[in-house]
């Protein structure tokens, strides 16, 4: 678990994996075209499902390893896998000797209609974990880049959309990541919830 909390530490600067931090993966066309398959791991507690079958199972993993798990199993299926983390990935190793990699998942948060009723508004941590993307359900392929006044994503003085000197603070009432607040200048108080992925 030490690694593990390391490894996601790193990633996003937070402090721990507990139930309220969940990372999800994805792989896409590993056996069969259009299928994207998903793990989410939640603390030590592991999920699949994909975009067919969208009912996620809880697969059973035992024999920790310092970077995943030895056995992993499917529901009734005697079939042995094994799971580690490789940098901010995860490497599924198949029975077979096949190997399948699912990517690790931006981490999201959304809002539904704070500003305007039916619109999403999401926060991305960008890639580098500076600052974070902003984008509406209206126009997901538009993201904006924001300016963030401080040094990293949750340790900073605020943020600010291009061209605009309008300051908004970002504040994550617990230390595990499982939902945000961003302060409006007005006082408004607008909370984002962890996007789940399914």
Request: proline fraction near 4%.
């Amino acid at each position: 678990m030490r690694t593990l909390t390391i490894i996601i530490t790193s990633l996003l600067y937070i402090g721990c994996l507990s139930t309220e931090a969940q990372v999800f993966y994805a792989s896409k066309e590993f056996k069969q075209k259009g299928v994207i398959e998903y793990l989410s791991i939640w603390g030590e507690l592991v999920h699949y499902w994909t975009n067919v079958r969208k009912t996620d199972v809880k697969l059973t993993c035992t024999g920790r390893e310092s970077l995943g798990w030895d056995k992993v199993y499917f529901p009734n299926d005697p079939a042995k896998y094994k799971l580690n983390f490789k940098g901010k990935d995860m490497v599924l190793h198949h029975p077979d000797g096949e190997i399948q990699i699912f990517k690790r998942l931006p981490f999201v948060y959304c809002s539904n209609g704070f500003e305007r009723k039916g619109v999403v508004e999401f926060l991305e941590v960008a890639e580098n974990d500076q600052t974070f993307l902003y984008y509406t359900s209206q126009n997901k392929a538009k993201k904006i880049k924001l300016h963030n006044l401080g040094k990293t994503v949750f340790h900073s003085k605020g943020y600010r959309f291009p061209n605009s000197s309008i300051v908004y603070k970002i504040l994550m009432p617990n230390k595990c990541g499982g939902a945000i607040f961003c302060m409006h200048p007005d006082g408004r108080k607008q909370y984002f919830k962890s996007y789940d992925w399914k």
